[in-house]
Structure formats: structure tokens, C-alpha cells
């Protein structure tokens, strides 16, 4: 039996992975390279780190059984469950890092605005946005993880995915953080924030929310409105017939976060709120030139809105 699995090794802000695999009864073989990397950047200053490094799994079993997924829709999946708990906050470990840098560093960016009082707000009201490319912002093993969710979807329902999934390269990362009060609006993702024939993977961390879709319209009907409750740890993904969906976040239940799922906005406790992650796979080549801080204006370009 095999297994793959990926350590994340936090030291102050840098994110590592070490791949290794495992073979039931056998001997683990990892590569130890990445630390040094670490340390090259600077990250190892004495004094600068947040005590020992923090290490998780980011780890997704696939040898054994894992729980089926939910055709809501052809091509639009729901995996309830998929991502165990040390998965879970090994993703929210990243989010926290990608979305928190530049404040960190006293500026605005990420998933925070720096208001002329000084006062710190989210970029978006109630929620916050971010997205990024991948190579350079998130860690080794971010990618690779999307795609292995993307490719159990194609292997479960081949029909529907597998050929958006065969090309499946994900170039951007997009976290979202929502409030209790934090909504996401109706809209369909325009092709210059994912390929045209690619899938979207998107996992849930933290508060439940009512995930809307819209059944396509066919000859003679309209779309009726339907939604899926989506719990942490949950994963959707949509492409083929549905890269298309008409989608939003109609609600999100406070308090359901699982209670030993820790960190978030200001917070070193138990985490409040919802954190969406996405897998992306678009460019410049599509039109994708800037990342949120110029779309938001958080760093000023021409790209601001």
C-alpha cells in the first residue's frame, strides 16, 4: 500500500513541503534540502521564529477508501468529508501565511486594509479576497494537492470530468475568508480567472455555508436555484458541463467550525468564520495579469478597479 504524503514545515513565515512516500511496513525516504532552502531566505534569524517549527501533514490517503462524492450536477461534485482534520489545518496554516504578509510588514495586502486611521479592516466589507499565482506565493505541494483532488473526481465520474481534468494545471491560489455576515453574490467565473476547459476545485475550512448553484436552463425551462450545505473539510469541484455554474455563498452558519481547528483573522483560538481555498488554472495567457492588491486597490496599478 501506498500513500503520499507532504510535510509542512513552518518556520516564522516559510512554508516548506517535503514529499516523501510511505509504503506500509517499510521505510520512509525524505529529502532534506527544503530546510536549508529555509534557511537561506533569512527565516532562521534567531529570535524572528515563532518557537519550534510547526510541522503538519498536508496529506491526502489514497489507497484506502475515501468517501464518495455527490454528482449535485454532471460535472459538478461534492466530496463531503474528504479532508481530515490535519489536512484541514495544514490549508488554513497557508492561508493564514499567503493572506497575512503584508500586514505583517505594516502595509495593506492579503486579506487586510490598513485604513487612513490606521485601523485594520478586511478588503472586501464582511468578507476578504485573495488570490495569487501559485509558483512563488504558496508553498511546494499546494498544486499538487488540488490536482489529486481534481483527478479523484475524474476517476469517480469519468464520463462528466475526466477530459477537463486530464490537462488540469493549476496556476493560481484564491482564499477567501467570510464573516458570519460574509455573502458571496451570484455570478459564473469568467474565463480569464479559469480556463475555459478546466475544472474549479474549491475546499471549505471552518463555519458551514449554504452553497448556492443554478441548474442549467435548458429548451422550454428556466434554471431553478438549489444549494448544498458545505462543512469543513468538504470539497466541490466543477468543470465539463458545469465550468459554467452559476453559483454563490448564500449563508454561513457561525460557530460550526470544528472546535479544534485553530487560527484566523486576529486570532490564535479556534477559528471564526469560513476560509474557502480554490485551485485555478489560468494566466496571463487568458488575461489574468494582476493578483487581488491591484484588482482591490491595495496596491494601486492600472489594474485597480
Known amino acids: 500500500m501506498h500513500r503520499r504524503v507532504l510535510h509542512l514545515l513552518r518556520r516564522g513565515r516559510c512554508f516548506v513541503a517535503m514529499p516523501r512516500w510511505v509504503r506500509a511496513g517499510g521505510v520512509a525516504i525524505s529529502g532534506a534540502s527544503a530546510l536549508r532552502d529555509c534557511a537561506m531566505q533569512g527565516h532562521e534569524a534567531a529570535g524572528k521564529t515563532r518557537g519550534d517549527a510547526l510541522v503538519s501533514k498536508l496529506t491526502l490517503e489514497t489507497a484506502g477508501p475515501l468517501p464518495p462524492g455527490q454528482e449535485l450536477l454532471p460535472g459538478f461534485v461534492h466530496y463531503p468529508g474528504v479532508l481530515s482534520l490535519e489536512l484541514q489545518q495544514a490549508l488554513l496554516d497557508v492561508a493564514l501565511s499567503v493572506t497575512s504578509k503584508a500586514r505583517d510588514e505594516g502595509v495593506s495586502g492579503g486579506w487586510y486594509r490598513q485604513e487612513i486611521d490606521g485601523r485594520w479592516s478586511l478588503n472586501d466589507g464582511t468578507k476578504a479576497r485573495f488570490w495569487d499565482r501559485i509558483d512563488g506565493v504558496f508553498p511546494e505541494g499546494f498544486r499538487e494537492l488540488g490536482q489529486d483532488l481534481a483527478k479523484i473526481s475524474a476517476q469517480e465520474f469519468p464520463e462528466a470530468l475526466a477530459s477537463s481534468v486530464a490537462d488540469f494545471g493549476p496556476q493560481v491560489g484564491a482564499v477567501n475568508f467570510y464573516t458570519g455576515r460574509g455573502r458571496m453574490g451570484w455570478h459564473a467565473d469568467d474565463y480569464n480567472f479559469a480556463k475555459k476547459h478546466r475544472p474549479i476545485v474549491m475546499a471549505s475550512l471552518g463555519d458551514a455555508a449554504d452553497f448556492g448553484y443554478r441548474t442549467p436552463v435548458s429548451a422550454g425551462t428556466h434554471g431553478a436555484d438549489r444549494s448544498v450545505r458545505l462543512e469543513s473539510g468538504d470539497v466541490i469541484v466543477f468543470g465539463g458541463e458545469a465550468r459554467d455554474l452559476?453559483?454563490?455563498?448564500?449563508?454561513?452558519?457561525?460557530?460550526?467550525?470544528?472546535?479544534?481547528?485553530?487560527?484566523?483573522?486576529?486570532s490564535l483560538g479556534p477559528l471564526r468564520g469560513r476560509v474557502s481555498v480554490t485551485w485555478r488554472d489560468c494566466g496571463p495567457e487568458d488575461g489574468l495579469s494582476f493578483n487581488s492588491d491591484e484588482r482591490l486597490g491595495l496596491t494601486i496599478t492600472q489594474n485597480t478597479l
Do not use: M
Request: no cysteine; proline share 10%; charged share 15%.
Open 246 to 266: 452559476v453559483h454563490a455563498v448564500l449563508r454561513v452558519y457561525e460557530g460550526t467550525a470544528p472546535t479544534n481547528l485553530r487560527g484566523g483573522p486576529g
